[in-house]
């Protein structure tokens, strides 16, 4: 098994505004899709769409304003059954984010993709707290001829 | 051992000038730290300077337009004795890069903010070479408090 890791930095006095952007439709819209859909309660399952295709999540755990975690429940056959997890600490005048996106079967050249992706998206994540305007799909930015 | 993997393709026709810049001290200043000196020949040791500190490379291997190799002799604690290694392969208008920072001891916080900021790097790597300007350190994305 084998995971994805990411840290940023979100400056903010408010660790809520990061933890919304995880735990609400309109603000999961902000950073990662624009076309999100599906219930953020724990229990409920998140239905995220790229122009490719998309991923439902079940809301595994919510602790707010500390943490949040995902069990994928459909989309591509490598992400079934993995994990993502966030969370969330306040240090000073930032939110720290820690992100695991976990238990991957292999380090397939998907995955590597998914990394860079994941990274991206999470500076749009950032980007959403700390100015109000996000980089989600399909305004994202491209990485590859994968997009 | 853990790994960071992340993927980009180059918007290019000519994979030997993404592979210049992983190879020349110019390239390299281009898109990671324009502190950058050393000897890039195989056998040679690349000096990178960050401003808070930096990272001694010697490149292991050198193989035209296909695979780069470092392995980092000095550093912080967590990153001696890991390597690098960067595969290139041309796919249609995309040269494709395939990167591994591998033989983390483990999955400290640090290694989650490096795995971030060397995507954030690649996309520098990206950008140089399509569009001539990178965003090498100090003129870098700050991703969070550590930058």
Redesign the interface.
């Known amino acids: 098994m ?8 979100v400056k903010t006095p408010q660790p809520e505004k990061v933890y919304d952007a995880l735990t609400t439709i309109e603000g999961l819209a902000g950073w990662w899709t624009e076309d999100t859909k599906g219930s953020a309660a724990e229990g409920g399952v998140l239905e995220f769409r790229f122009l490719p295709g998309g991923f439902d999540m079940e809301v595994v755990e919510l602790r707010p304003r500390e943490r949040v975690s995902w069990r994928v429940v459909d989309g591509p056959e490598e992400w079934i059954g993995t994990t993502v997890d966030w969370n969330l600490r306040q ?4 939110t ?1 984010v ?3 996106h976990q238990g991957w079967a292999a ?1 397939v ?1 998907f ?3 998914c ?2 992706k994941w ?2 998206y ?2 749009s994540l ?1 980007s959403l707290v700390e100015t109000g305007e996000g980089a989600p799909s399909p305004r994202d ?1 491209p ?4 997009h």
Do not use: C, Q
Request: charged share 25%.
């Open positions: 084998v995971d994805i890791l990411h840290r940023v930095g240090d000073g005048d930032y720290i820690l992100f695991r380090p050249e995955m590597h993709h990394s860079t990274a991206s999470l500076l950032k930015v990485i590859s001829d994968w």
